[in-house]
């Protein structure tokens, strides 16, 4: 699967051929060693795909596509948004990674109280986007015609504007009344999940969440650690779901 510009298959149809060129193209050519005849699919990253095969191989770094099937998949349904506490080192690119590939729909990094890990300003952009690059390479494995969308940094007063916008919104606690388990997804609108960071959640900020609208939950018996406690949360949301249970039933599960 490859990455081309939504005006690329804006107007595609099947018989067309489109060029695929620029860093993917290079990838496909030099790196995959893709030859005419081999089928590959190309996306957008806004629910666009094209299915089709090399017709030619033009230079190390491009090739052409024969299309033989457009067809447009509708974004996921609730709309998940993970508000991923900045975890230490690298583990921040590996909750990315992790949350992508269960099909998180936006992830949105968050300066906590007792974060270790602080974006300096001076680094911001260059933090947030390795997140988007991790973001980006973890779609394409996981096949994913719509990508996540990294949001900027977020302040506390954003995660709690982010709660009152959202259909449901759950906070990860180890001391939550209720199990996650028990809880259930509504079949459209935006659902929330809040990651507090490896120094835990402050009490003003789980009591600010809860004010603003949030369920306080727990996982189990093990507290996990930031980077992974997203993704076992979302997947055990999306389990039981009918989001995938409409994935199952259109071939798309993983």
Partial sequence: MFVVPAATLSDASAGESVRLDGPEG??????????????????????????????????RSSAVVLVQSVHAEDPPRPRIVVVQALPKGDRGELAVEL????????????AAANCVTRWRPDRVDRSHRRWGDAALAAA?????SWFPLIAP?????????????ADTSLVLHEHG????????LPDDGVVAVIVGPEGGLTE????AMSAAGAQIVRMGPTVLRTSSAGIAAVAALLAPSRRWALADEQGMGG
């Fill in 99 to 110: 949350l992508t590939e269960v099909g998180v729909d936006e992830i949105v990094p968050w």
């Fill in 26 to 59: 290079r990838h496909a050519v030099s790196v995959r060693r893709l030859t005419a005849g081999e089928r590959v699919d190309l996306v957008d990253g806004e629910g666009r795909r094209a299915t089709g095969v090399i017709a030619e191989v033009v230079d």
């Fill in 153 to 165: 940094l977020a302040s506390t007063a954003d995660v709690l504007r982010i709660i009152g916008s």
């Fill in 204 to 207: 003003d900020e789980l009591e």
């Fill in 177 to 184: 009344h209720e199990r996650i388990a028990a809880s259930t």
């Fill in 140 to 144: 394409k494995q996981a096949r994913r």
